[in-house]
């Protein structure tokens, strides 16, 4: 059935990033059209309702409409364990993340907290994830039958590790390689599911697994790899222990023919002159993980110098290194950085990043991430005055963007007044 959607309809028509003014590509209108769940069209209610008679009309007054927020860098296994107390990274690692993700090897254990994580999220307004899984495939199943039954669009990879983690938590490289081929021949390019290669870091693989993994992605090359780099300055001392021939973190990934376009790369916070090199020069991503980033102590990532040399960049929760399911949280985090390092971002870049932004960095910015015409009608209703806090502040703006921005700063799940997916109302459950 084709709905029509009014509020304060915003799209992007390129990015905040670009030129002078932050709001020279933002584009607003008053209603979007959606059917067969694609957007058809955006303008006024009665100009889309001369064009579909039957649509429904829901009016969402001064609420916010944008695309669905896309989280590009996330561990749905640690869903249960966010929030834990008192460690960086390494430490962090051994006594809470591999004791929980053991837990996967039970495919009731994973169904269980694979829709407890997509019930979080949509009810944080974040319709796409990229996600690691665990070494388990079971992992993997659980969470692509969840995304499946509920229409979503996600990315997801089984975690590959043969060294440096709980005898538990190993595969080798053949059952690594052969298990992520089983996982992709399952899942990738299913409907709205893609499979993402997906070795954790290379501390935890050995040369030969990365070897693997390489020789997998050549064999797949439509699959995204994602992995972490640089988020720590002891995890890079490490890396540079394990590789004494790297010339660089990068360089662990490189030289086994994991540097890509399709590359994502989470964290990427301590980097060299030769690697900002390397990844621009293959058009790689990089993940900036705000939440994360100061929750576990790794550091402040170089946003404004990132983008201004024109390296492609998406925003993610980390969940649960970061220490939040929320997008809105993140973008607030991300300013916060942001400020530290001499940058405030502008509302218009920030709401970029948690959709336009992180969907490019997925390279799925043809199918989500927008309100435009094709796209697929993952959106989010914000309500802009969603706590007492939040409505007295916006009520005295002077303009959008100061009506926006308290949301961005102060808003959780209670400023998501209605989530869709795929052009489908979602219930979510907070
Ligand atoms: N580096 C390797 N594994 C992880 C992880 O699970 N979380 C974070 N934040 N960093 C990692
Ligand atoms: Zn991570």
Redesign the pocket.
């Known amino acids: 059935m084709a709905l029509i959607l009014a509020g304060q309809v915003l799209s992007f028509d390129g990015s905040p990033f670009e030129g002078d003014d932050p709001c020279e590509h933002v584009r607003l209108n008053e209603a979007v059209l959606v059917e067969h769940g694609k957007i058809i069209a955006m303008g006024a209610p009665d100009v889309l309702q001369a064009h579909a008679p039957t649509a429904a009309l829901h009016d969402y007054g001064h609420d916010l409409i944008l695309a669905g927020f896309v989280d590009a860098h996330v561990?749905y296994p640690?869903t249960a364990m966010i929030a834990s107390w008192g460690k960086r990274?390494i430490d962090w690692?051994n006594s809470y993340?591999f004791p929980e993700e053991m837990k996967f090897g039970d495919r009731a254990y994973a169904d269980l907290i694979a829709n407890r994580y997509l019930d979080l999220t949509l009810a944080n307004g974040t319709t796409t994830v990229s996600s690691?899984c665990t070494i388990h495939p079971e992992s993997v199943d659980a969470l692509f039958s969840a995304a499946q039954t509920r229409g979503q669009r996600l990315v997801a990879g089984k975690t590959c590790m043969d060294r440096n983690a709980p005898a538990g938590l190993q595969d080798t490289p053949q059952l690594a390689y052969d298990q992520s081929a089983a996982l992709i021949e399952r899942w990738h390019d299913v409907g709205r599911l893609s499979y993402a290669i997906t070795p954790?870091?290379s501390p935890t693989s050995t040369p030969a697994q990365l070897e693997a993994m390489g020789a997998l992605w050549k064999d797949h090359p439509t699959c995204l790899m994602q992995t972490?780099l640089s988020?720590q300055t002891d995890e890079i001392e490490w890396v540079k222990s394990l590789f004494p021939q790297a010339r660089d973190y990068l360089d662990t990934y490189e030289e086994f023919g994991l540097l890509g376009a399709r590359g994502i790369y989470?964290?990427a916070i301590h980097l060299k002159e030769r690697e900002r090199h390397r990844l621009r020069e293959f058009g790689a991503s990089l993940i900036h993980?705000p939440t994360?980033n100061t929750f576990?102590g790794s550091g402040i990532f170089d946003l404004a110098g990132l983008m201004a040399e024109g390296q492609r960049i998406g925003l993610a929760t980390?969940t649960g290194?970061g220490s939040s399911f929320s997008m809105l949280r993140t973008m607030a985090a991300a300013y916060e950085l942001g400020q530290l390092n001499g940058t405030a971002l502008h509302p218009t870049q920030l709401l970029w990043l948690a959709t336009q932004g992180s969907a490019t960095a997925l390279r799925l910015d043809d199918k989500i991430g927008n309100i435009a015409p094709g796209l697929e009608a993952d959106l989010v209703v914000v309500d802009l005055q969603s706590t007492p806090a939040i409505a007295q502040r916006s009520e005295r703006a002077q303009d959008l963007w100061e009506a926006v921005f308290p949301t961005l700063m102060m808003g959780d799940d209670r400023a998501i007044k209605q989530v869709y997916v795929a052009g489908q109302p979602v219930q979510t459950s907070r």
């Open positions: 561990h640690q990274l690692l993340t690691f954790r870091f972490h988020e989470g964290h993980c994360s576990i980390d290194g």
